[in-house]
């Protein structure tokens, strides 16, 4: 019969080498913020709001920035994040006063909801909005 081996066994089986440590290597150069991230930084110190719109170069502006809302989890949206941009189609004409203050209370009254909205209808709304996107492929 042969001689198997136990774990009590102490016979002189080969000890493995022990390794070398990593070389250290140097940490990872500084990344450069992403678009997202730097076009977000740069509306935030405008401070838009509807009688002083961040304007593209289309018919849309910002007309409000909210920070404070989390839409989506930070550690999945990556750094930078900065909540969400209240987006607006100016008519070519541009925006008369009336029209102007209407817009403005429709921000406050949206901004307002938000509040109220739960974790998971969020979620919902960030799932319809990814949805609705072309694909990328």
């Not at 989390?70 to 541009?94: I, N, S, Y």
């Not at 102007?100 to 406050?108: G, L, N, S, T, W």
Request: charged letters at 20%; hydrophobic letters at 40%; glycine letters at 8%.
């Amino acid at each position: 019969m042969g001689h198997s081996r136990s774990c009590n066994d102490h016979s002189k089986a080969p000890m493995p080498k022990p390794r070398d440590p990593p070389p250290h290597s140097p940490p990872p150069a500084p990344v450069a913020p992403p678009e997202q991230a730097l076009v977000d930084a740069a509306v935030a110190a405008s401070r838009p709001s509807v009688f002083r719109p961040v304007l593209t170069n289309e018919a849309w502006g910002c007309v409000g920035r909210d920070a404070e809302c989390q839409w989506v989890d930070p550690m999945f949206a990556g750094p930078g994040w900065g909540g969400h941009l209240l987006m607006f189609e100016f008519p070519r004409e541009g925006l008369a006063r009336k029209m102007r203050k209407e817009v403005d209370r429709a921000v406050h009254d949206l901004q307002s909801s938000l509040v109220s909205l739960s974790r998971i209808q969020r979620g919902a709304i960030v799932r319809m909005a990814v949805d609705g996107l072309p694909l990328l492929t």
